[in-house]
């Protein structure tokens, strides 16, 4: 693989943008906020199995998608499939019963 793929490749792309732009670049780790606190394993993996589908998509010329996992893969799905759409997780799922336990505020 290439040498994109190396860990801190992220505070040294930050190191160029400021050099380059002149400007101060702040580096946030996207998975923190979404998710919340540090990565465990399993968001790992999957940032890493999302991130090199993304990057193999780029490499071949592929754009206008989204990456999805399904199953043991990932697949790209056109934007225009999922743009204006909403996929709502019902409020007696497991899943919030779940975060809910562990005291997840969902705003409500």
Not at 37 to 43: L, R, V
Not at 70 to 85: A, H, I, S, T
Request: glycine residues 12%.
């Amino acid at each position: 693989m290439a040498d994109t793929c190396k860990p801190g490749n992220s505070q040294f792309l930050a190191q160029q943008l400021e050099e380059l732009t002149g400007l101060e670049s702040r580096l946030t780790i996207l998975g923190y906020l979404q998710r919340g606190g540090t990565p465990s394993a399993g968001d790992r993996l999957l940032a890493t199995r999302l991130g090199t589908a993304c990057a193999d998509l780029i490499h071949k010329g592929v754009f206008g998608v989204m990456v999805a996992a399904r199953g043991d893969g990932c697949e790209p799905v056109p934007l225009k499939d999922v743009v204006g759409k909403r996929r709502t997780v019902p409020l007696d799922h497991y899943w919030i019963e779940s975060a809910r336990s562990v005291h997840t505020c969902f705003g409500d």
